[in-house]
């Protein structure tokens, strides 16, 4: 980034847990705004002891998503630690929550109260179903939203039951939504001069992911189902096992039909006129994925995908994630870094992927510890005196 990273100036007070709207906290805080996490005194983010654990007992989990910030506690269910939020708020841009509808506004800490002290402030609400609807009380984590929304149902193989997606899709598609109305907040902020309340619904995100798949719903009345690695409506678009136990994937468009077939030695199925184009291979699907799954299943991966990468064809090979980190390419675009945490040490991190082309990324400030930052808030930004401050340590409150 430039010396000055785009968010400098933003401040974030973020009562957000777990991942997904911790994780668009943290890609606020790498790109430069100052997040400051509320957490719960003596325990904190219920992250803070999700496994795995490192060797001093922080959580790995913990810090994936919430570098860079500042963490201060808050006893929520206390009327001083209610009245320090409220204080606090009226002096950031934004708040980021993930609690069920209608808990900040019994906290006193809803839009309506929060926004009448800050007119300009951002509010974002992230939830599992939104603040509407007749399911805006339930609770619900990523895979139970993967299987609501039908994304269970589409994943895995065709002859196989429903599967999570490998990744939690759900939290992470959310996080970046969370990130986009924050930004979609404070862009609106600066062309109308008032802040906004921004409803993030995870199921309403993995709903969005259906984009294609409601298209040919929409179109073809068809309901789509499992294809394992093949693309329902391309072909070839699949993973394939070579003679030597290794997968690639091949993903083609029609200027890329002769030359993998030439490669394969599949002449007859290159001299076809009915298979050039792609929606004469979907027809004859079945035909044209055993060609290729046989050919494929007589060469060694490495150097068929080197031989099909030098004739243009999109293949990649199926690695595993010890494999894809260590690529020369990860390497070389720097995703993969390290930061120094107080009590644990060294700590591998995966950067943020997002940078300013002309500048290096910068290097990840690490998680916090629980509370590290209270007094340094408490007196910075509401002015309160060290024995002030001392005083609600003594009550619990902090």
Known sequence: ???????????????????????????????????????????????????????????????AFNRGKRSITLD???????????????????????????????????????????????????????????NRDRKGYDTVFQALSGVMAVTGSPDGPPAKAGVPVADMTSGLWVAIAVLTGLMGRATGG?????????????????????ARLFALDEDPVRTGTEHP?????AAFRAADGGWLHISGSDQHWVPLCTILGLHDLAA??????NAGRVAQRERVMRALTDAIATRDRDPLVKELRAADVPV????????????????????????????????????????????PPPDPAPPPLLGADTDA???????????????????GVI
Do not use: C, W
């Not at 076809?272 to 184009?277: G, Q």
């Open 76 to 134: 929520l269910k206390h009327p001083d630690g209610r009245d320090l939020a409220r204080r606090l708020a009226a002096r950031v841009d934004v708040v980021v929550e993930n609690f069920l509808p209608g808990t900040m506004d019994r906290l006193g800490l809803g839009y309506a109260e929060l926004s009448a002290d800050n007119p300009g402030l951002v509010y974002v609400s992230a939830t599992g179903f939104g603040q509407t609807g007749p």
């Open 272 to 277: 076809d006129p009915a298979l050039r184009n």
């Open 316 to 359: 990649g090979e199926v690695r595993g994630v010890r494999e894809a980190l260590a690529d020369p390419h990860t390497a070389a675009r720097a995703m993969v870094t390290a930061f120094e945490h107080p009590t644990e040490g060294t700590f591998p991190a995966l950067r943020t992927p997002l940078r300013e082309a002309a500048s």
């Open 233 to 237: 409506g391309r072909v070839p678009s």
């Open 1 to 63: 980034m430039s010396e000055r990273p785009p968010l400098a100036g933003v401040t974030v007070l973020d009562f957000s847990r777990v991942l997904a709207a911790p994780m668009a906290t943290q890609i606020l805080a790498e790109l430069g705004a100052t997040v400051v996490k509320v957490e719960r005194p003596r325990s904190g983010d219920e992250t803070r002891g999700f496994e795995p654990r490192l060797p001093h007992g922080e959580s790995a989990y913990f810090f």
């Open 377 to 395: 808030v408490l007196t910075d930004l509401l002015g309160l005196t060290p024995a002030e401050v001392a005083d609600l340590r003594t009550e």
């Open 194 to 214: 008032r802040g906004r309340h921004l409803d993030v619904a995870m199921m309403d995100v993995q709903l969005s992911l259906h984009a294609l798949n409601a």
